[in-house]
């Protein structure tokens, strides 16, 4: 049975090109539509939880989507959100409070109907739609042991680092559920990490340094959206600016970030594995890597090939606490992974991993 979808936009041609975009895929149904926060929330409450997914502007008239989203968290509703939002500065902030409030992921709405029409919108919104149905990717559908559990491989590095400058790093990817993960996570964080920490998170240009300044301001320890040449300093977070690849750098005067508007990979840009890979023989002792909620794979191969020729410690993220336990279960299956953990345990392993507790 189809999976049923409303959709609330102010916009009759939105409404009408995301219905075309939704109903493309015959696993998904437009069951409704609203014209705005008002009319969403009343068929919400009177649906019988009837739709699996919603579809949510932000700025709409009578009601907004933020305050949408604080009715149904206060009247305990758990449908999956999905925001369907502008890149102007404006709407990326309040895209990050919608996270906040638990929407599910989002998607960026092009400034023109031509975007509307592109086959990345489609790709991105239907893959989004499908996660939160906990549908597995089309590709895998005639492959069940790719999405069945199964016993992680036992992974044996070929050889170690010939050279080492004493130091530490940590390196940490997330995607789908990532921003409100790294909310808990970076919090709980202390002030001296004894290492600096690179973050990627899969998100468009536009948005991170939002994302970035919200969650310095909940945490001890200093966050700020990475520039390239960012020389890396002990108990700093660099968080990878959206739209960008970021690679690690090293040189006489120290280790420093590259930012490069180089193609996407498998869509993503930035891209866990491409930072990995950069960190592929470096001087670091040790480096710890983490992987938290995420749809597909991003981070295993990368971890793979630094494994191969680093001091390397690996956390994943636990599958109850995962909004999607793609990237998690992907590093875990290829026996990369040291240590399992909940959410709200992620920031106490990597103290302990950096020694700092």
Known sequence: MAKKILIVDDSALMRRVISDIINSDERFTVEDTAKDGLE???????????????????????????????????????????????????GADETIKALELGAFDFV?????????????????LIAKVAAACHLAPKKSVAKPAVVTPVKPEVFIPKSRPART????????????????ALQTVMPMLPEKLNAAMLIVQHMPEGFTLSLCERLNEMSVVNI?????????????????????????????SGNFLSLTKDPPRGGLRPCAD??????????????????LTGMGADGTSGI???????????????????????????????????????????????ARATGVR
């Open 108 to 124: 960026t709405k092009p400034g023109s109907f031509a975007g509307m029409k592109s086959d990345d919108l489609k790709a991105d």
């Open 165 to 180: 400058n004493g130091k530490t790093l940590i390196a940490l990817a997330c995607s789908t559920g990532g921003p409100k």
């Open 224 to 252: 700020k959206e990475a520039a390239d040449g960012d020389i890396l300093r002990k108990d700093q977070v660099y968080l990878a600016k959206g739209g960008f690849q970021m690679k690690f750098k090293e040189s006489a």
């Open 40 to 90: 969403g929330l009343d068929k919400i409450t009177k649906s019988g939880n009837r739709f699996d997914v919603i579809l949510l502007d932000i700025n709409m008239p009578r009601m907004n989507g933020l305050e949408l989203m604080a009715e149904l968290s206060k009247l305990r509703v758990r449908t999956p959100v999905i925001i369907v939002s502008t890149l102007a500065k404006d």
């Open 304 to 350: 793979r090939q630094l494994k191969e020729t680093n001091n390397v410690y690996v956390i994943a993220q636990d599958e109850p606490t995962c909004v999607v336990y793609g990237m998690p279960r992907a590093i875990y299956e290829a026996g990369l992974v040291d240590e399992v953990k909940p959410l709200d345990q992620i920031a106490d392993a990597i």
């Open 274 to 291: 491409i930072m990995y890979e950069s960190l592929v023989g470096s001087a670091y002792e040790k480096i710890v890597c983490v992987v």
